[in-house]
């Protein structure tokens, strides 16, 4: 009796760790994704590829596992942010060995990373609003160690002055609760399959996500174009129905002509399938 709390918390993480695994590799494999690497090929990619993008998931389940190990049943304070943030740059560091340097997952550990916390700190259960609440909670501390660089996302959000993946966490991924969840199960609703929901989901993030992969590779335009493209998409019913997949043929195509793609989109739909998941597990295993 008195081993079972170690085991909830062994058998929970290991489970958190897997599913959200599992969801790297559902998003990596969806098809068509519009300038993404998908079960098709490489989209806008010359360094990425569906068997890199797998290898780069599986590399992260101890870093999950750790996280969720660690966070299990705790609060939100510094000592917390810490350890999450050196288990994140710990998770980063195996990324790039298993890609040989390529930066396939940075904003999905970043995300993630702070949806299993958020799940293991609530005990290994909760509703996504309630995750998506901690999450945020985690992510508004300052991470004292983090090196000080500038990334091509913090280089994108200076300037054009937009949000970026920090802000998303921080306030509590709007993108993913207020756009991808409800259009996930809508689509279900409506009688799509799988595939077409998930990808009505992805459309429904990049419908406004300010995607600063996008903006790094083709500004403005790209942003517009991916906005704009993703929301012809919805307007045509979706991507089941014909009108809908004509629309997602032309963003893929204008998207691969600006040489964009959104990978923070990307992380987002991997993160929608997560919560998913978590509140109904009876879909994942
Ligand atoms: C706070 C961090 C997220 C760091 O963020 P920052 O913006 O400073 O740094 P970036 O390195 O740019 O990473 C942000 C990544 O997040 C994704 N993203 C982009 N826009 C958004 C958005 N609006 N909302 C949410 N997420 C977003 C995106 O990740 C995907 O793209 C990556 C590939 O990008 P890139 O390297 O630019 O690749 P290419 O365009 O292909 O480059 P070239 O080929 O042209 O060279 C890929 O990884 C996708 O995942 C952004 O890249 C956070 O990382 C951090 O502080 N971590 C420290 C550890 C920590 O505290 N962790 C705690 C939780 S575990
Ligand atoms: N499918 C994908 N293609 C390219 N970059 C990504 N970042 C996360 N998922 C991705």
């Known amino acids: 009796m008195k081993l079972l709390p170690r085991i909830q918390v062994e058998g929970g993480a290991e489970w958190l760790a897997r599913t959200a695994t599992q969801c790297l ?3 990596a494999r969806l098809s068509p994704k519009p300038g993404l690497v998908d079960s098709r090929g490489n989209g806008a990619h010359l360094d990425l590829s569906l068997a890199l993008m797998e290898r780069s998931a599986r590399s992260l389940t101890p870093t999950f596992q750790a ?3 660690q966070s299990w049943q705790r609060p939100a304070d510094i000592s917390l942010r810490q350890t ?3 288990l994140g740059r710990e ?5 790039m060995l ?6 396939t997952h940075r904003g999905a550990i970043w995300a993630l990373g702070l949806l299993v916390s958020a799940v293991a700190m609530l005990g290994g259960a909760g509703r996504a609003d309630a995750i998506t609440r901690t999450a945020a909670e985690l ?3 300052p991470d004292s160690a983090a090196p000080k660089t500038f990334s091509k996302g913090l280089r994108a959000t200076h300037r054009y002055r937009v949000p970026g993946a920090r802000e998303e966490a921080q306030q509590a991924f709007p993108h993913v609760m207020q756009h991808a969840l409800p259009q996930l199960r809508q689509s279900r609703l409506n009688g799509s399959n799988e595939t077409h929901a998930r990808l009505d989901a992805l459309m429904a993030i990049m ?14 335009e790209g942003l517009e174009t991916m906005q704009l493209g993703a929301r012809a998409v919805l307007q045509a019913g979706g991507s089941a129905q014909p009108e809908g997949q004509r629309a997602l043929a032309e963003l893929d195509r204008r998207m691969l002509a600006l040489n964009a793609s959104p990978g923070g989109a990307a992380d ?9 998941r978590i509140e109904t597990p009876y879909i994942a295993n």
């Not at 998770?91 to 990324?95: A, F, K, L, W």
């Not at 419908?207 to 590779?217: A, F, G, I, P």
Request: proline fraction near 0%; charge should be negative.
């Open 25 to 27: 590799i559902d998003e």
């Open 67 to 69: 996280l969720a190990q």
């Open 84 to 86: 999450v943030g050196r």
């Open 91 to 95: 998770g980063e560091r195996q990324m």
């Open 98 to 103: 298993a890609t040989d340097g390529v930066n």
């Open 139 to 141: 992510a508004i501390l």
């Open 207 to 220: 419908t406004s996500l300010t995607d600063t992969c996008v903006l790094s590779r083709a500004g403005m």
């Open 268 to 276: 987002l739909l991997a993160a929608t399938l997560f919560l998913d």
